[in-house]
């Protein structure tokens, strides 16, 4: 199988490094014409859209840089899915769990069939973007959260939350991306149509990750710990972030499981220490 990655960036560049027989293009999209000229130069059988705008050096940038946000994560998608249809290609989206804010109205994890309810410009045009994708066949949208990984990078949560100094106990779902990369794969062999929750099954609070990370990586670690209300008063942060827990109820219809969420950080957090060494 031939994929094709568009969006050279931290998490497309993963998965291009772990696929046999991909190939990653940091080619600037901004026509369907664009996307066309890629998939006639690659003739790959299915396309993953890594390629978004997330903010830098965090998310808060998007709430002042609206346009730039919407054009990344809602006109760009678009773009992407209409060259896909043309030419008859399955494309998998990368989409975020970050639509969900706290409890779920049925007070059970938030599933594949809840409706969203985004509060931020990032997680609005990401909002957007599933729910017209998910109009079309032949689309995946793939919602991931709060990425954990076993290599170093500034975007994965490991790196984040042991460069904080002040740390909010939040209980979180979030996705081990050594599991992301193979299940994005199965999803793309299968061409699997609609929504998914790419999250490990159960939730982990920060301070159980970092009593696992001191274990592990860092026995001399320290940080404080803060309400989620301080992140904000603090100044940490401009916007609340967005916490939940989610389950998947769409994996399983094609016949895909996930490592529960403890045993992958765990296993995360191993490969982690010994890459530091
Ligand atoms: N990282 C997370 O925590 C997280 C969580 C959930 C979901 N996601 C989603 O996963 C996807 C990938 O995220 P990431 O963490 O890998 O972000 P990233 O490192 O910023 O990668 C995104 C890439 O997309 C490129 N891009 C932006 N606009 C483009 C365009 N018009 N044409 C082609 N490429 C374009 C960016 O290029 P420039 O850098 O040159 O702008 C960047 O290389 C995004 O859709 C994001 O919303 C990420």
Avoid at 11 to 40: F, P, Q, Y
Avoid at 244 to 250: F, L, Q, V
Wanted: glycine share 6%; with cysteine.
């Amino acid at each position: 199988m031939k994929i094709l990655i568009i969006g050279k960036g931290y998490l497309g560049t993963r998965c291009a490094v772990a696929w046999k027989n991909a190939v990653i293009s940091d080619k600037i999209i901004a026509t369907v014409k664009d996307v066309e000229e890629l998939i006639d130069q690659h003739h790959p059988d299915g396309i993953l859209n890594a390629a978004g705008v997330v903010g830098k050096p965090n998310v808060d940038w998007c709430e002042t840089h609206q346009i730039e946000t919407l054009k990344g994560n809602t006109i760009l998608p678009l773009i992407i899915a209409e060259a896909c249809q043309n030419k008859g290609i399955y494309l998998l989206h990368m989409a975020t769990g970050c639509v969900f804010y706290g409890q779920s109205p049925h007070g059970g994890p938030w599933t594949e069939e809840d409706y969203g309810n985004p509060a931020a410009v990032y997680t609005k045009s990401k909002f957007a973007a599933d729910l017209v994708l998910s109009t079309l066949p032949n689309v995946g949208i793939a919602r991931i959260r709060m990425p954990f990984d076993s290599q170093s990078h500034p975007a994965n949560l490991i790196d984040k939350l042991s460069k904080y100094e002040k740390i909010v106990d939040v209980e979180n779902s979030m996705t081990v991306v050594d599991d992301m990369v193979d299940v994005f794969y199965k999803l793309l062999e299968k061409k699997a149509e609609g929504i998914f929750h790419v999250t490990n099954p159960g939730s982990i609070k920060h301070k159980e990750i970092m009593e696992l990370y001191k274990k592990y990586v860092d026995p001399s670690h320290s940080n404080k710990w803060i309400t989620e209300e301080d992140l904000v008063k603090l100044g940490l942060a401009n916007k609340k972030r967005s916490n939940n827990i989610m389950t998947s109820i769409n994996l399983k219809k094609y016949g895909i499981t996930m490592r529960p969420i403890k045993e992958a950080v765990t296993e995360a957090l191993k490969k982690y220490a010994k890459g530091k060494k």
